[in-house]
């Protein structure tokens, strides 16, 4: 079987499309309505193993397709932000470009980056305490 070059476009397209539109208030809405629907046609159907039965099924169905166009969106927008940092962290001169590839870094190298990183946030902010405490003095 010949696979088109075009399937990605298409899915990534209705990946996309799916996910925006049950992120509206108005699916959520459908969702509450279908729910309440098959609530009220439960003593007509004498609370059956079949009414049930339709309600689980629907659901499962739902949430094992919705599972992959979640996915799908999720890793699309991802990489598009790490691309992004990727250009903002190569375009800023006194950055460190070793930062582009984050993601390949080991659970350990990310730790003592994120160590580096907190340490970093302390010293300005002790900095800025500093500052303020100086033009606090300076307007006395």
């Known amino acids: 079987m010949k696979r088109s070059s075009e399937t990605p476009t298409v899915f990534r397209r209705f990946a996309h499309s799916v996910s925006h539109a049950v992120g509206m208030?108005?699916?959520?809405v459908l969702a509450c309505l279908v729910i309440v629907v098959w609530a009220a046609t439960g003593p007509f159907f004498n609370y059956s193993d079949t009414w049930q039965l339709a309600i689980n099924t629907g659901t499962t169905i739902v949430t094992f397709l919705m599972?992959?166009?979640?996915q799908n969106t999720q890793n699309r927008d991802s990489q598009v932000v790490q691309l992004k940092?990727?250009?903002l962290i190569r375009a800023v001169e006194a950055a460190r470009t070793e930062l582009v590839d984050m993601e390949d870094l080991s659970d350990e190298e990310l730790h003592r980056l994120q160590s580096q990183f907190?340490?970093?946030r302390r010293s300005a902010e002790s900095e800025r305490r500093a500052r303020e405490a100086g033009s606090a003095e300076k307007e006395r």
């Open 25 to 28: 208030p108005s699916a959520f």
């Open 67 to 70: 599972y992959f166009v979640i």
């Open 85 to 87: 940092l990727d250009e």
């Open 118 to 120: 907190e340490s970093l």
